[in-house]
């Protein structure tokens, strides 16, 4: 044990001070990790450009998911316009997470599945049903705001649909541009208006200008007369029938009266009820 | 500023969201400098300590007001940030003990440096050897040498971390700081620790 306590000094020796030393080998965390932390529990949002057909989108993110989805000049309007929206602290990102990249990207070209967290504290119940709903609509195919009142329960609400839609923070994440008024038209679009709306449609496969058209002449549901079931006139199953082989009806009612039973898949249930 | 820990238990308990932010700024240079100096490991420090904060928020959103209220924000914080340690120190075999932690850990003298005689005195060579003979210590000693020294917890917050007597502790300080001393005075640590 006496080696432990010899007092040799030696240049550099510490034996004074050692512990004033030690003090001095506190070390400053790097000035990022604040704001890593901040933003892992939601208490700061990151935002960066993203590359889409109607120009660059603003996303925001933060540890629980994607914030907002938006078009703007440039980032330091979208991150101005956020910061006053979230009241939180909004910090410039060169691009998003690999991960997060990958699943919007995947989301954007179609896939529901790809998993995307969404941060949507202060939405209220009904505005998540109907996102949630909005969600189920493939891409390549629109259903009218009655079908969602109908299918989340809520047949009468209609106009609160169109209304959660227009507040749907993640546009094209929730792809409620999927989604047309209950007359066959396009309808408004919160990502910088309707023409958006039709641009994008138009990038997903869909004729814009020919569905108006067949919702103005009462063509609003679409039956095969070999398999005698109706669809809402973009549903993939309809979309697969020869056009020999279709017929229009104007409702459901009309459908069912010449015998056609309702697709199951696309559910043109909803627009009696709303109609 | 630092703000008085009571008075920021008493905010973080009224406004959780609203006062984090000001835990995060006060705490999180000590939080790096306790987890730099139990791991000595830069990488695993930045890691430790994103994960220790992030994990008192979420502790705290599931506490009651009063529980927060009592809360001794800085030795809770210690305690947090020795547990990650340990959980890496279980999933690594050799602790690191060469000079490049510092080096990576972008370490610059304190800005007070020209007023510490200490500071003056000591070469920054010595300093990164007096680093990675604490990186070295046997963790009995290490934790609360850090915990007493780098980030200056009194013994009475040191036993409420580590749950050991004061007196324990005392001691286990003291032998960390000789076995320091002899280190640097060149005498192997094995030699001495055996």
Known sequence: ?275 | MVMDDTELAHRLARDLDGAFETLVRTHVDRCHSIALRVTGNPHDAEDITQDALVRAYRALATYEPERIRELRIRGWLATIVLNLCRNRARTRTVPSTSLSPLVEGGWEPRADAASDPVGQALRSADRERLAAHLAALPERYRVPVVLRHVDDLSYAELAAVLGRPEGTLKAQVHRGLALLRAAMAGTELEELSA
Not at chain 1, 3 to 8: F, G, I
Not at chain 1, 171 to 200: A, E, F
Not at chain 1, 234 to 262: D, I, K, N
């Open chain 1, 1 to 275: 044990m006496t080696r432990t306590t010899r007092t040799t000094r030696t240049p550099g020796d510490l034996s004074g001070d050692l512990s004033g030393v030690l003090a001095s080998l506190a070390v400053p965390a790097p000035a990022h990790l604040a704001d890593d932390v901040l933003v892992e529990v939601g208490l700061a949002d990151r935002m960066a450009p993203y590359p889409s057909p109607i120009g660059t989108l603003w996303i925001a993110w933060n540890g629980r998911g994607v914030v907002e989805v938006n078009l703007a000049q440039g980032g330091a309007e979208a991150m101005a316009r956020h910061e006053a929206r979230s009241g939180r602290r909004t910090i410039p990102a060169e691009a998003l997470p690999a991960r997060l990249a990958d699943a919007v990207a995947r989301r954007l070209a179609g896939e529901r599945r790809a998993r995307i967290p969404l941060d949507l504290r202060g939405r209220t119940e009904f505005e998540i049903a109907v996102w949630t709903k909005a969600l189920e609509i493939p891409l390549g195919e629109v259903r009218p705001y009655g079908w969602i009142a109908a299918e989340i329960g809520r047949p009468k609400a209609v106009r609160a649909v169109g209304t959660a839609l227009g507040h749907n923070p993640v546009p094209l994440i929730v792809p409620c541009h999927r989604v047309v008024r209950t007359d066959g038209t396009i309808g408004q679009y919160s990502l910088g208006g309707p023409g958006n709306k039709r641009t994008i449609l138009a990038a997903e496969g869909l004729d814009p200008d020919a569905l108006e058209d067949d919702a103005r002449r009462g063509r609003r549901l679409s039956g095969s007369t070999t398999t005698r079931i109706v669809c809402w006139p973009t549903c993939r199953h309809t979309r697969r029938t020869q056009e020999r082989y279709r017929v229009a009806f104007r409702s459901l009612r009309e459908a069912a009266a010449a015998g056609y039973r309702a697709c199951r898949v696309c559910r043109p249930t909803a627009i009696e009820a709303a109609a």
